[in-house]
């Protein structure tokens, strides 16, 4: 129902043609002024112009509208555009409205203009029963302490830090061991570069140790994490014994992941001294200075290398331990990692024969000389298929066959003295923060971002972000490219003094509530928590607004509909639903 | 469709994260659907409770194409939660005498255009097909 007071102004955008080629813009304009409310109905060539924005504004001021939408492109374009246009002119910007008419009707509908036209309509209708409905809402500010805090002092964290403190702003670098750097101190050069991987951490230690906005603790869990964007409170607990509290306005987790350790028997694995994994060979080799290669006291002169052990599992193709899930993912990086070492290994050892069994070779990008560089230095590939993993058979010496898909199926053995595992990335044991804050996990185990494309280094938490491996499989620059994503994210953050939430948040009606606690049971976030009513002295659900994001999960839980999501409430949602297919008369 | 077939009313609840970016990639690509499709936009439809759905199919919508993130959803828990309340909406949905292909939970990406219309015109045969009430032009 239209009050007698509100002043709808609606405006519908030709875009040049893009909308009103497929959509009869101008009859839109004229049965819409004919609805209840609308008191300005008009169709204009590009509403998001300086003219289509100062009409708005004009039309605002002079006529007094209480409400404006713009039926235009996605709201996706030009939703905040408005938003600002008519906030300036006086209206609070939570009450605008958007209509897409190009990307939801004109594009898709380019072969039927009078349905097009009469879809655009009904949206419209739709778009007027919601507006009305909504109210004035203001965002929700909050102090922002201005420091950031980083869990893991990897090749991640590490970037991370120095990408924050080169602004000025205070870093907390929290890492569990003795040693900053990580497990790239475990290897050798990096690729494509060949850049001693010491050399670059010893580098990037010393920045991070010289400047004077970083405060690094080493020893040092993070066992308790409370508070929301702006100010999280973390308990420190160094050496395992002394704590002590800090605070942050943002968090950026990095805390790394875990190399596969394959299970006994598995490709031969504890069962044969001379079966070893990857890590383990660029280990041995880093300080190997020998002109013989001698690994458990046994002269090593042909090697066979098996990929994908622990990624890529098929089910009832690949064994995998009691209680653990299957691997699907591919591990990414270990492909190169493989081919480095055999190059290296011949480089080292040239008399070394050398055999690479393969599922698929993802040497991705500028990683792709490495293949150039194993077949220069003739190092043997075996293709085997998905279902067709090598056997191995432990003797004197170690035997690896398979069926090579190369040859057109051809069953080979490759005898050999060392078999070298080229082991899955898995994420690492959660930390407590993920259970603290509900830091959702994703289906392969690791960190799961917001958004995999929109909000790549985003939790759906506010205020925290995700850097390197533990959000999945990367390289070294890899790892730098996402600390520096997540620093820049921070960095906007922790440089204001407030920050501001968008109010969409859950609301109780207190008089409706009962105090019987189903929205808390359904609330992954423990935002909702049962507190005495002032008033009445009652039981009433009471939600934490920093901590609720917004999903909407309590709604249906309560038989007393008392709770509601602000902006999204869905008795106003169903107004909106059911003027949509009013009849329209043409 | 041809023009003796009625074109069933749809409404299409889509979520911010996944599936309206996944619509608006729908039109960027200019591929068609019917016209007698109607998008709202949720955060999650999580929402909704059994008897909104009900609500929906009395105010004569033939169908409803829930398009949510699916196991990619940004809230914890919730594709599993609708998953569960749409199974009793499905029940409901039968009481009235409605057909369980009137209602779809899906999953739709930013960009999962082709997927959405493929899907989508699917879902709207069966509803024609399904609903109870068929109107043929004469």
Redesign the interface.
């Given at each position: 129902m239209i009050k007698k007071e509100e002043k709808l102004g609606i405006y519908v955008c030709h875009c040049g043609g893009n909308i009103s080629d497929y959509v009869d813009t101008d009859k839109v304009a004229e049965i819409i002024g004919k609805e209840p409310g609308v008191h300005i109905s008009k169709a204009f060539m590009f509403m998001c112009s300086d003219a289509g924005q100062n009409m708005i504004t004009d039309d605002i001021k002079a006529e007094g509208l209480t409400h404006v939408i713009v039926a235009s492109c996605?709201?996706?374009l030009h939703h905040m555009t408005f938003q600002k246009v008519v906030s300036e002119a006086g209206i609070n910007p939570y009450t605008y409205r958007h209509v897409?008419l190009?990307?939801?009707v004109s594009?898709?509908?380019?072969?039927?203009e009078e349905?097009?036209t009469?879809?655009s309509i009904?949206?419209i209708r739709?778009a007027i029963a919601a507006v009305v409905k909504l109210r004035d809402l203001s965002a929700i500010q909050k102090n922002m302490i201005g420091a950031g805090g980083i869990i893991g002092g990897g090749i991640a964290g590490l970037n991370a830090a120095l990408d924050i403190a080169n602004h000025g702003i205070p870093v907390h670098l929290i890492e569990r061991t003795s040693i900053l750097g990580g497990q790239t101190l475990n290897l050798d050069k990096l690729y494509p570069t060949e850049v001693s991987a010491h050399k670059f951490v010893d580098d990037l230690i010393e920045r991070v140790n010289a400047n004077k906005y970083i405060f690094v603790y080493l020893n040092t869990e993070v066992v308790n994490t409370t508070g929301t964007i702006g100010d999280f409170t973390l308990q420190l607990q160094t050496n395992g014994k002394e704590t002590q509290e800090i605070h942050v306005g943002t968090l950026t987790i990095a805390t790394g992941f875990d190399n596969y350790i394959p299970m006994k028997g598995e490709y031969g694995y504890g069962e044969s001294e001379h079966v070893i994994t990857l890590p383990d060979l660029i280990l041995t080799l880093n300080s190997y200075k020998a002109e013989k290669l001698v690994i458990n006291g046994k002269e090593i002169s042909s090697v066979g290398m098996i990929h994908c052990v622990g990624s890529r599992q098929i089910d009832e193709i690949h064994q995998i331990r009691e209680g653990a899930k299957l691997n699907t993912n591919c591990s990414k990086i270990c492909c190169t990692a493989a081919l480095q070492q055999a190059v290296r290994l011949k480089q080292m050892f040239p008399y070394l024969k050398i055999v690479d069994f393969y599922r698929d070779i993802r040497t991705y990008g500028e990683k792709e000389i490495y293949l150039d560089q194993v077949a220069k230095a003739k190092v043997t590939l075996v293709k085997f298929g998905d279902e067709e993993i090598p056997q191995v058979e432990i003797g004197e010496k170690l035997k690896i066959s398979t069926i090579d898909e190369l040859t057109y199926g051809i069953r080979v053995q490759a005898k050999v003295d060392l078999i070298v595992l080229v082991t899955a990335i898995v994420p690492r044991e959660k930390p407590a923060i993920v259970e603290d804050l509900?830091l959702?996990i994703g289906?392969n185990g690791f960190l799961a971002e917001?958004?995999?494309?929109?909000?790549p280094i985003e939790s759906?938490v506010d205020g925290i972000f995700y850097a390197g491996t533990a959000q999945g499989p990367k390289d070294v620059k890899e790892c730098a490219m996402s600390a520096a994503a997540t620093s820049a994210k921070a960095v906007m953050l922790l440089k204001k003094d407030i920050v501001e939430i968008i109010p969409?948040i859950a609301e109780v009606n207190t008089e409706l509530c009962d105090g019987n606690g189903d929205c808390i049971t359904?609330c992954?976030?423990h935002a909702i928590t049962l507190v005495d009513d002032c008033d009445t002295g009652k039981k009433v659900a009471c939600v934490t607004a920093e901590l609720c994001?917004?999903?909407?999960?309590c709604?249906?839980a309560c038989s007393k509909k008392a709770i509601t999501?602000i902006g999204?409430d869905?008795n106003d949602?169903?107004g909106?639903?059911?003027a949509?297919?009013k009849e329209v008369d043409m | 469709m041809n023009n003796n077939e009625y074109e069933p009313?749809i409404?299409i609840i889509t979520t911010d994260?996944?599936s309206?970016?996944g619509?608006?990639?729908?039109?960027?690509k200019?591929?068609?659907?019917s016209?007698?499709t109607?998008?709202?936009?949720?955060?999650?439809p999580?929402?909704?409770?059994?008897d909104?759905y009900i609500?929906?199919f009395k105010?004569?919508?033939d169908g409803i194409y829930i398009a949510s993130c699916g196991?990619?959803s940004?809230?914890?828990?919730?594709f599993e939660?609708i998953s569960k309340?749409i199974e009793i909406v499905i029940k409901e949905m039968k009481k009235m005498g409605l057909h369980f292909s009137q209602i779809k939970l899906t999953a739709v990406c930013?960009?999962c255009a082709d997927h959405f219309v493929r899907e989508l015109k699917a879902f709207t045969k069966d509803v024609a097909k399904n609903m109870p009430v068929k109107v043929i032009a004469q």
């Open positions: 996605s709201p996706n897409n190009r990307e939801q594009w898709v509908h380019t072969d039927d349905a097009a009469e879809k009904r949206l739709g509900s959702a289906e917001a958004h995999v494309k929109l909000q759906p969409f359904q992954e976030y994001v917004s999903c909407g999960a709604i249906p999501l999204y869905t949602i169903l909106e639903v059911r949509m297919i | 009313r409404l994260a996944c309206y970016p619509v608006d990639n729908a039109g960027q200019h591929l068609h659907y016209t007698k109607y998008t709202i936009r949720t955060l999650d999580v929402i909704f409770d059994v909104w609500e929906v105010a004569g919508y196991t990619d940004p809230y914890i828990g919730t939660k309340r930013t960009v």
